[in-house]
């Protein structure tokens, strides 16, 4: 399809055409461009990102088309067509697209299971058709264009997914996929703000299936039947399945006139219903009773998700051994090109199934992305992949088996590694070499999570206001490069950090957002203008070490004054104002950036008068500072806790800290936050004791009768404090809170499990969905704040993205 030919369907107007171009791929977001011709550009604007914010990014990467839905500024070498809904457009090529293809196309849907059923459909099936599907759960209004786009004729067979919220969505999905084999997975309570009813959502579901030949479901649901009933007419044949009995790993299920008798390899009801409703897949596009059991015993769990673990020699390892198709490759090589924690990055790789491309296109164009994204290494497993050695401009080495490579000499040092590959080439077992397993307790971090809380806060900001996000004491405990890693990403306008140590870290790790240093003292000036940070200065006698320090220095990093308004914490009191503008005003050379204070209990509301007198206070103050100064300089005030309650003291930036971490300083009735630090360990021993037996040091922990402990590698030198121990602390195992017995050692503790199933290994959570960092500090007599931020550095961080 050319460009000039959008105008037709997009109801449009090409408002800028330097020379008509092949669209050869649709992208939305910048990181996703890979090729250097024939890429469309959609900005979109969604609710919290404008995609036209990144236009001038995609030109820079070589985008020269664009569909917009205002006007843009880029230089006269592009092509614009702008329109009012830039989706609307993109559903629009999909849809045209989609009829170039004459191949099956199974389409999913349900409240749940549909990426594993589609993943698990693949696995099924990639051994003998050539599959295109949706890359991870791309089911949206966006993610299934971006899917169906895909089709190509190197392929043989679709399998997508679709997803709604509301009504109307379906209508707009069903043209695109245009299935021809249905699966209606369930319908239950997910996703129901929408819909009025249970039925309501199942006819809108049903929509999916307008054109199907066959669709297939689980009689267990009476409103998917009815759903189905009321809107097919009888072209269309409708294909329930029951479950007729089951009984230890073997299940007997009904499908049309047959039973089929199948061994399954999971045995929680939901995994039992995505394999059996797979099998009735299996079972009518023509496989008999063997061939569904043989394939599915090779059925292996779906990770939904990038994890970046710690690896060894201070290196990062990215774990994506379970998805081998070419999308799911650029989003992951993506994931590794934003990680800016180490600046060499290395992809070991496998050989690729089912791409559509022919192999020497495939390596071209994965080369060109690694080039593209700055990849600096390949090391590349197979036979496949190393004849294409040749085309590789990338340093890069070669192994013709997993095995091979491993008993290789290979070494990471200060390095992020990508590992993927295809399913049977193991790649487990590379990233188990490279992981680092010194302390099996781990600090998981939620990246979606954050990203969820940052856009929760950022949509309580009037647009102009800016963010500053905290990242103090290892964000939280979170991690400092990770998480400004992301926070960069996301485009926030400045970071804040205690010390000047932790500034140079972010700078060296990549960060380049502005960042400014609440405690900077005179021995660490010297690193301001060098790494580009900005203090703040919080009295006289600070702001003359500042000037004496840069003397006859013609630039001097810009600052950041404080004011005293109540915290009696650092900052100027109003009567040295007088001072302090008579210096500004002599020093013209030292630029205020913005001018702060901070609030002492904005998360209370027994301190409402207060905190309105300290809002008064600063207004005051500033203002005096601000009309003595010829220029603007942001005025700032509000920590978490003050975004939800004082709306009114915005002023130009907020200065978000815990309530991005995941703890909800205001406590409000809805969970608006969603969880982001988890702690977990793993049980290293379980005991018997006999009544009357202690435990652990001081014997503090009698056993009152024969019980059962469990020893936990988590210490007070881990954070977990000794204030826990003798049952005030609790821990949770496969959901079960159990306590502490005894007190907490230096790296153990021992916790009463006699009430349990347990087992050596089994997975205990210190904190995170429950036990919350509420339930800890509550125990103990602190704060959320003090939980999170004693979790000592030699717990491992393990970061989870979605
Ligand atoms: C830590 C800090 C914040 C963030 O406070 P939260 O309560 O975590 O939101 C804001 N401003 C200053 C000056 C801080 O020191």
């Not at 409708?238 to 061994?263: F, H, N």
């Not at 992951?332 to 990680?339: E, G, N, P, S």
């Not at 593209?372 to 036979?383: F, P, Q």
């Amino acid at each position: 399809m050319k460009f000039t030919e959008l105008e037709k369907i997009g109801k449009g107007k090409i408002t800028k055409l330097s020379r008509d171009a092949e669209i050869k791929e649709l992208v939305t977001d910048t990181r996703n461009i890979s090729i250097r011709s024939g890429v469309l550009f959609f900005a979109i604007e969604g609710i919290n990102h404008d995609g036209h914010e990144f236009v001038q990014e995609a030109y820079d990467k070589g985008v020269r088309c664009f569909v917009v839905e205002k006007e843009i500024k880029l230089p006269d070498d592009v092509n614009i067509l702008e329109v009012r809904h830039s989706l609307s457009v993109m559903q629009w090529i999909v849809t045209y697209h989609r009829l170039l293809f004459t191949y099956p196309v199974i389409g999913i849907t349900g409240s749940n299971g549909k990426t594993i059923v589609k993943e698990w459909l693949a696995q099924l099936l990639d051994y003998k058709f050539k599959i295109v599907k949706s890359p991870k759960s791309y089911n949206s209004q966006l993610g299934v264009p971006l899917s169906v786009w895909q089709m190509s004729d190197q392929h043989n067979l679709g399998i997508f997914e679709a997803g709604i919220s509301e009504r109307g969505e379906m209508a707009r999905l069903e043209p695109m996929i245009k299935p021809t084999l249905g699966v209606f997975t369930n319908i239950g309570e997910a996703h129901n703000a929408g819909f009025e009813s249970l039925q309501q959502k199942a006819n809108e579901k049903a929509q999916l299936f307008a054109g199907c030949q066959k669709v297939i479901y689980s009689a267990a649901y009476p409103e998917i039947e009815q759903a189905l009933e009321s809107v097919f007419s009888a072209d269309t044949e409708l294909i329930p399945w029951t479950v007729e009995r089951q009984e230890k790993g073997v299940v007997e299920m009904i499908i049309g006139e047959q039973i089929l008798s199948l061994r399954l390899k999971f045995s929680d009801p939901a995994s039992i219903e995505n394999s059996l409703q797979c099998a009735a897949v299996l079972h009518v596009m023509g496989f008999g009773v063997e061939m569904i059991q043989t394939r599915l015993d090779t059925l292996s769990s779906v990770k939904m998700r990038l994890e970046m673990k710690q690896a060894v020699n201070r290196s990062y390892v990215i774990d994506d051994t379970y998805n081998n198709d070419l999308y799911g490759l650029e989003v992951a090589l993506d994931f590794l090109h934003r990680q800016n924690q180490k600046s060499k990055k290395t992809v070991i790789l496998s050989d690729l199934y089912q791409t559509g491309l022919s192999s020497d296109a495939l390596y071209q164009r994965i080369d060109d992305l690694m080039r593209n994204l700055n990849i600096h290494r390949l090391i590349g497993v197979g036979t496949e992949i190393s004849e294409a050695r040749g085309l590789f401009h990338t340093q890069a080495e070669f192994f013709a088996s997993t095995d091979a490579f491993l008993s290789s000499d290979f070494q990471v040092q200060d390095e992020i590694v990508l590992v993927k590959g295809a399913r049977d080439f193991q790649f487990e077992r590379v990233v188990e070499r490279l992981e680092y397993k010194a302390h099996g307790t781990i600090m998981e971090i939620n990246m979606e999570s954050l990203t969820n809380n940052l856009n929760y806060y950022r949509a309580r900001l009037r647009p102009e206001v800016k963010l500053m996000v905290m990242v103090k004491a290892f964000a939280y405990g979170g991690g400092n490069f990770e998480i400004a890693n992301l926070l960069q990403f996301h485009k926030v306008d400045y970071l804040g950090v205690a010390y000047t140590d932790e500034a140079v870290e972010l700078r060296k790790s990549g960060i380049h957002l502005p960042i400014m240093i609440m405690n900077a003292s005179p021995d660490s000036f010297r690193f301001l203008k060098e790494y580009n940070l900005e203090p703040e200065i919080y009295s006289l006698e600070q702001l003359f070490d500042f000037n004496d320090f840069f003397e006859g220095e013609e630039q001097v990093p810009a600052i950041h004054i404080k004011l005293e308004t109540g915290m009696n914490r650092l900052g100027f009191k109003s009567e040295e104002l007088k001072r302090l503008v008579e210096v500004l005003k002599l020093h013209k050379r030292i630029k205020v950036k913005s001018i702060f204070s901070h609030l002492a209990g904005s998360e209370d509301p027994r301190h409402r008068d207060f905190t309105l007198k300290q809002g008064r206070v600063f207004e005051e103050m500033s203002d005096l500072v601000m009309k003595a100064l010829w220029y603007k300089p942001l005025r700032h005030l509000v920590n978490t806790a003050g975004i939800d309650n004082y709306k009114a003291f915005h002023f130009d930036m907020v200065r978000l800290g815990i309530g991005l971490y995941g703890f909800d300083p205001v406590m409000s009735e809805e969970q608006k936050l969603s969880i982001v630090s988890t702690l977990k360990a793993h049980v290293s021993q379980v005991k018997h004791i006999k009544e009357g037996e202690s435990v652990g040091y001081g014997r503090l922990g009698f056993a009152k009768r024969d019980m059962k402990i469990a020893i936990v590698p988590i210490g007070y030198a881990d954070g977990y404090a000794r204030a826990f121990g003798n049952g005030v602390g609790k821990m949770s195992i496969a959901g079960q809170w159990v306590p502490t017995i005894g007190n907490v050692c230096m790296d153990m503790t021992m916790l009463d499990v006699s009430a349990v199933e347990i087992k050596t290994g089994d997975e205990v959570v210190v904190f995170g969905e429950s036990p919350t960092i509420q339930d800890l500090a509550s125990w103990v007599g602190t704060i959320p704040y003090e939980i999170l931020t004693s979790i000592s550095q030699r717990v491992k961080r393990t970061y989870v993205s979605g």
